[in-house]
């Protein structure tokens, strides 16, 4: 049977590619953001994960204004790098993994979610940056990858209880999937971000804190919350927190928290990383 082995969560930025093709690891403001990647990458060589369940959102590039989705699975052989620019040079397609994309849709489906297919699909920052920060090597992603992308542009958005529940959908979909294959959940966005208007720039990490420590414990504490509120207290695009929801909600064994790095700003963005291992 598939075995979860842990879910990764943290924050995409743009900038982030500008710095990796810059080579600024080192420098004083990328530092402490790029330090919190190499117990990260320890622990994957030691989990030693085939296939990574991606639970990201798009932001205009795969789907615009005149059709957005609030739940959308990639179901494509291959997915594409197609970001907004930048001058970055873009990471080759990520392979995907078919049989597990149609084992999700499958499943997640019979338990009463209205998924959308997509059997060809653009991928930009939010899942080709983090991707590239966990397996920095040349060349292709060695992990085959299963996109799902959560709407957060354009209102409507899925609650935050809808968003943990659809974690956990998948996570069961996973764990009932007849192959020997060891995943790893990740979910990318967030934490507290504003780029517009005129709270631009705002951050809230006592609440970003408390969020990420819910997590572990108490994962259903900011199902609570609405989506208004959860822009009040973590900015227009703070609410991308709902990735980490949705992964954590993939997480159905005992939850340990494997590390957490939280360095405030890159960028606009409250970054935080965080790995909680599935027991
Ligand atoms: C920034 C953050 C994001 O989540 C994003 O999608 C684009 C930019 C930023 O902080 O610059
Ligand atoms: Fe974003």
């Not at 995409?12 to 004083?28: E, F, R, S, T």
């Not at 907004?84 to 994309?101: Q, R």
């Not at 414990?217 to 695009?237: F, K, N, R």
Request: proline share 7%; aromatic share 10%; charged share 20%.
């Amino acid at each position: 049977m598939a075995k979860i082995v842990g879910g990764i969560s943290m924050s995409h930025v743009p900038a982030i590619g500008n710095a990796i093709a810059k080579n600024l690891q080192q420098d004083p403001y990328w530092k402490p953001f790029f330090d919190g990647f190499p117990p990260v990458r320890a622990w994957l060589d030691k989990v030693k994960p085939d296939v990574a369940v991606v639970f990201y959102n798009d932001h205009g590039l795969n789907f615009f204004l005149d059709k957005q989705p609030t739940f959308a699975v990639g179901a494509a052989p291959q997915y594409v790098n197609s970001d907004e620019g930048w001058g970055i040079p873009s990471l080759p397609p990520f392979a995907g993994d078919l049989d597990l994309s149609w084992h999700i849709i499958n499943q997640v489906t019979r338990k009463d979610f209205d998924l959308t297919t997509c059997q060809e699909m653009v991928v930009d920052h939010a899942f080709t940056l983090p991707l590239k920060l966990l397996w920095p090597q040349d060349g292709p992603c060695p992990i085959r990858t299963v996109p799902i992308c959560i709407n957060t542009v354009q209102h409507p958005l899925a609650s935050a209880r809808r968003c943990y529940r659809l974690g956990q959908a998948v996570g069961q979909a996973i764990d009932s999937w007849d192959k020997d294959l060891r995943v790893v959940v990740i979910g990318t966005g967030g934490l507290s971000h504003q780029l517009d208007g005129e709270r631009a720039g705002f951050i809230n990490k006592e609440f970003d804190l408390k969020f990420v420590e819910s997590l572990t414990a108490d994962p259903e504490w900011s199902t609570q919350y609405s989506i208004e509120e959860l822009v009040e207290l973590t900015g227009t695009q703070g609410i991308e927190l709902l990735m980490w929801l949705a992964t954590r909600g993939a997480l159905t064994g005992k939850v340990r928290q494997e590390s957490f790095n939280y360095h405030i700003p890159i960028s606009n963005t409250a970054a935080g990383l965080l790995v909680l291992e599935n027991q």
